[in-house]
């Protein structure tokens, strides 16, 4: 007997403006209904980083900055508080004209790590990329630096079965990377997938 392995579909990084004006393509039993925001960046699955700013039993609404969308959950679950900033990766669906994420995970974290998820965005043309600040925006931008080193060292390192803790601090070459890399699992931008093994949250 031949058992189908599952394989899940990568979640695509995107805006809300990017949900509500990319191309939903319906699918079928066989195919799921994917998103594509742009020719060959397609997806089932996508994750967003925004501002929760209202909550129901089993909806909520999210704001980026982009615009505002809908997330629907179809078993209970305790939201983050109203004003945190979170994770949310799902599915985009549509029902009577109105787009919205069907979600699997929502999580809350840090506002550095969705102003790092604007940057990673930015080159693709979705925001305008911003210059980078000084004075008192200097400490934040260092953090968002940070961050974003961080993710790109372990996207660099993952060989498929994550990247290793101690190859990822001898690559960043920071006295605070152990604590980067803790604040980067507790907000859920990395996860364990096996001891000392850690790989980005898509």
Do not use: C
């Amino acid at each position: 007997m031949v058992v189908e392995s599952f394989v899940r579909q990568p979640a695509l990084k995107v805006l809300v403006a990017d949900v509500q004006n990319g191309t939903l393509v319906a699918g079928d039993e066989e195919q799921p209904t994917v998103l594509e925001v742009a020719p060959g960046e397609r997806s089932g699955r996508v994750s967003m980083m925004a501002a929760l700013v209202s909550v129901g039993d089993r909806e909520a609404w999210i704001d980026d900055g982009s615009g505002i969308l809908q997330l629907r959950v179809f078993d209970s679950v305790i939201w983050p508080p109203v004003g945190s900033v979170v994770h949310v990766v799902g599915r985009v669906r549509e029902y009577g004209g109105q787009r919205y994420i069907a979600v699997e995970i929502v999580r809350g974290i840090s506002p550095t790590w969705a102003a790092v998820r604007k940057l990673e965005i930015a080159g693709r043309g979705a925001v305008a990329k911003r210059p980078v600040g000084s004075g008192a925006d200097a400490g934040t931008t260092m953090n968002m630096t940070s961050a974003s080193d961080l993710v790109g060292v372990v996207d660099r390192l993952d060989d498929g079965r994550g990247a290793d803790y101690e190859a990822i601090k001898t690559a960043l070459g920071r006295s605070d990377a152990e604590s980067l890399m803790q604040g980067a699992l507790e907000s859920g931008v990395l996860f364990q997938v096996a001891p000392g093994r850690l790989k980005v949250l898509r």
